[in-house]
């Protein structure tokens, strides 16, 4: 099954196409963010793999704009561990979610994983990143 979703931004001038790829073994989602910010124009895009309870398995985000040129890549290792850019992240250890700063997206996978129920709280460790600014962090 394949879904096809379109964001446009509120705050600042941003369009996003996000497709989404539903297999037995996984959910495979790939998007592209054109947008402005101030006088920067960007272009994000970004894949990230799940397996089939939405887990994150591997994300890779690239960043382009008028100011920077980064790539960034993050791969589920053993005992909670997370590889960033193929190097042992050891400040994301047991970090269960990515959130991508420009993309609404980003925000359903922890509350596709767990299934809320109403009223329930859950705290999430996240490896967030701003991609306007090209920084990763817990």
């Known amino acids: 099954m394949k879904a096809n979703i379109l964001w446009k931004a509120t705050d600042h001038p941003s369009l996003e196409h996000c497709v989404l790829n539903y297999s037995q073994r996984s959910i495979d989602i790939s998007s592209v963010i054109i947008g402005k910010s101030e006088k920067d124009i960007y272009r994000v895009d970004y894949s990230i793999t799940l397996n089939k309870k939405w887990e994150l398995k591997a994300a890779t985000i690239n960043i382009e704009s008028n100011k920077l040129k980064k790539k960034f890549t993050v791969k589920q290792s053993t005992n909670g561990n ?5 190097k042992i992240a050891k400040r994301f250890h047991n970090c269960t979610e990515i959130d991508i700063s420009l993309t609404p997206f980003t925000n359903s996978l922890p509350i596709n994983r767990i299934g809320f129920s109403k ?3 859950e705290k999430i460790k996240v490896i967030y ?10």
């Open 82 to 86: 997370w590889l960033l850019n193929n």
């Open 119 to 121: 009223g329930q709280d």
């Open 129 to 138: 990143f701003d991609v306007l600014w090209g920084k990763v962090k817990p």
